[in-house]
């Protein structure tokens, strides 16, 4: 029975490493690719996020919030 149990264990143990390595290989596949995006995204001309997202919003002076703060009464 104890066999038995250490037998588990070590195959347990087995397979999360397993499991850990693959997650690493995945996220710098992950990475590569993320990379070899953007560097195409680049010889295209597009810049790495600097770029201002359009918006339905007002800017300037009309776009800060009313103050809802009324004075303090004496």
Do not use: N
Request: net charge positive; glycine share 4%; proline share 5%.
């Amino acid at each position: 029975m104890p066999d038995d149990v250490e037998k588990f264990l070590s195959e347990s143990q087995q397979l999360e490493s397993r499991r850990q390595e693959l997650i690493k290989d995945l996220l710098k596949q992950k990475e590569a690719a993320i990379k070899a995006f953007d560097d195409k995204l680049a010889r295209l001309g597009h810049h790495d996020g600097s770029s201002a997202r359009r918006s339905h919003h007002k800017k300037g002076a009309a776009a800060e919030p009313k103050s809802a703060a009324k004075p303090a009464a004496p």
